[in-house]
């Protein structure tokens, strides 16, 4: 028998708040300031939904603002196929530039501490990610006057506290953060890539709402907290890796 096919993240999400087109409105703004105002700046993405979308604006604005990828070398092969994807659409005015961990500190944390050590104890899974994704993201971030990240409130308590603009502090120097996605809903950004038919995660159609590394990332199930599937095992209050600790 005929069975039908699952309805895809963008039908069962696409729900815009009522002032969306003024939300969408401030986000252009937005990122047009910050081009404009703080040159040299790169935008932080994880391929996740938030991300292409705020890619795509900085497209459609042909803004001079790169963006940068980190590979940890434990993602999902959906989304390095998506990375191949971003990566041949990507312009002269806002190329993909992927940084990758040290080889050899990889090695030494896996042959010191084992291959599942994250699972272990929360200071070994913190030193993993300081190694996979802080130290590559110090590099992206050196010299840049502002990075552009994907953040918005409803994603936990921790970012509920943050800025559309604040001063942030990276690799040893100050730097203005922008998160022009704040007040966005998952509604909202799901009516964004369905509108403008923009390219997203496969996995998103399977229930990951948050996308990280393949270990430690896992589909969450109805009524779960948005960043459920993100370190489960861990205490819900820790869920961040370090990049967007208040
Ligand atoms: S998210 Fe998991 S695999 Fe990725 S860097 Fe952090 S601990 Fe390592």
């Known amino acids: 028998m005929f069975q039908k096919p699952p309805p895809k993240a963008t039908e069962v999400n ?3 708040s009522e002032n969306f ?3 969408l409105a401030q986000t ?12 040299p700046c790169v935008q932080a993405s994880s391929l996740g939904a938030e991300d292409m979308a705020i890619t795509t604006l900085i497209q459609q604005l042909d803004l001079s603002v790169h963006v940068f990828v980190l590979d940890t070398g434990a993602l999902h092969t959906e989304t390095l196929s998506l990375l191949e994807r971003v990566q041949a659409r990507a312009t002269k005015r806002s190329s993909v530039l992927v940084y990758k961990p040290e080889l050899t500190a990889v090695i030494d944390f896996i ?5 599942d050590s994250i699972y272990k104890t929360q200071t070994l899974r913190k030193e993993c990610c300081a190694i996979r994704k802080l130290e590559p993201l110090s590099r992206a971030l050196a010299g840049q006057k502002a ?3 994907g953040l918005r409130s409803e994603q936990s308590t921790n970012r509920a506290q943050m800025q559309l603009i604040e001063e942030d502090f990276q690799a040893g120097q100050a730097i203005t953060k922008f998160s022009p996605l704040m007040h966005w809903t998952w509604g909202d950004v799901w009516h964004f890539l369905r509108t403008y038919s923009v390219d997203y995660n496969p996995l998103h159609d399977e229930f990951y709402p948050s996308i990280g590394c393949a270990p430690c990332t896992r589909a969450i199930s109805m009524g779960e907290d948005f960043r459920a599937g993100r370190w489960w095992w861990e205490d819900a209050s820790a869920k961040e890796c370090g990049l967007h600790q208040k």
């Not at 042959?111 to 291959?115: I, K, P, T, W």
Request: no cysteine; proline share 4%; net charge neutral.
């Open 21 to 23: 087109s003024e939300k």
């Open 111 to 115: 042959r010191r501490e084992g291959q």
């Open 28 to 39: 252009r703004q937005l990122l047009e300031q910050a081009a404009r105002d703080f040159s």
């Open 14 to 16: 696409d729900n815009p």
């Open 147 to 149: 990075w552009i990240t």
